[in-house]
Structure formats: C-alpha cells, structure tokens
C-alpha cells in the first residue's frame, strides 16, 4: 500500500527530534506492566498470527517488538499490527512499487532524512523504529487525527481507503480486551 508518501520538509527541531527517536539504541525491555498481561497479550496475539508466522520464535520476537516500539512512540501495539497487516502482510522483505520497504513499509528517503543512511529498513527493530516514529509524528502534525496520519503515511492524505483499511484491520483483527484476571488489577 505504501508509495506515495511524501518526503516532505522537516525543520531543524523536528528533524533532530526524530533522528534522536530512531538513534535510541536502548535495548528492547518489556513494555508490559506485568508479567501476566505480557504472556496474556502475547499469547492471544500469537495465535492470531501464527498462520502468517508459523516460526514461534521469531512471532513472538516480532510482537514483544512491536508492542515495545508502540508503546515507546504513544500508539497502540493493536493499531501497529492492523498497519503491518494492511501495509506489508507481515513480511519481513516485502518492497512497494515505489521503494517502501520492510513491515511497516518505510520510504528509503528517512535515512538519509534522519542522517543515518546506513540502518537497514529490513532489520526488524530498525523498521518498527522508524514507523512507529513516523507515525507518530504524522499523529503530533494532525494534532492526533489518525484518519489524516494514516493518509500521510501512506502519502494518501485526504483519500478514505487507506486509513479504513488500517482501521478495520486493527478492530476486526487485533482488537484485544484484556483477560478478565488483568482487568481487576491493572
């Protein structure tokens, strides 16, 4: 789905704020606050993508990932997962028609847009890195209308059919309640 995104102008703030977000080599710890809402998240999001990922390993690798970039960047780990869905289908190598590359599809241009022309778009976390970044900084642009975000990341401002597509993945697919256990303490 991703191509038309636009390399738009960033000023001298947003850009070193952004290459400082995707610099961030802390390594991956929990972003779950609890051990049990981990292996409940983690367990129901598993099985939900285990046809498409059949290596247990590397799934659930991917979605302590994700959940780890989306919550570090303020998004929804459920939202991230509908946009991997929509935008790659969960591949890992997956390359658009106009260059956009990985799981979350990320345009070539925000390397060197960031000054870091030597991460690789196909590393898992340097991909969930820049994407949930960028979809965070479409979110803070929109002053958080997600509808209009999605449209930017996509380079589809404006159009319904990427943002709803992204939507409807993330509520028909990876909506998650909560385990009734972890309601009452949360």
């Keep these: 789905m991703a191509g038309a995104q636009k390399n738009e102008p960033l000023s001298a703030a947003v850009q070193g704020a952004l290459h400082k977000a995707v610099s961030d080599t802390k390594p991956p710890s929990s972003s779950f606050r ?15 993508l285990e046809k498409r990922i059949p290596n247990q390993e590397y799934r659930l690798d991917l979605l302590r990932s994700v959940h780890y970039e989306a919550t570090r960047a303020g998004l929804d780990p459920q939202l991230v997962l509908g946009l991997i869905q929509v935008e790659s289908g969960f591949r890992k190598y997956a390359v658009s028609s106009a260059g956009a590359r990985g799981y979350m599809q990320v345009m070539p241009f925000w390397l060197r847009l960031l000054g870091r ?34 449209g930017r990341y996509n380079g589809s401002l404006g159009k319904p059919e990427y943002p709803n597509m992204v939507r409807a993945a993330w509520h028909g697919q990876w909506n998650y309640e909560k385990s009734p256990r972890l309601a009452q303490n949360p």
């Design 34 to 48: 609890n051990p049990m809402e981990a292996v409940d998240w983690l367990s129901e999001m598993s099985r939900r």
């Design 117 to 150: 022309p030597e991460d690789s778009l196909f590393d898992l976390r340097t991909n969930l890195r820049y994407g949930c970044t960028i979809l965070r900084h479409y979110l803070d642009i929109e002053k958080g209308d997600l509808y209009r975000a999605l």
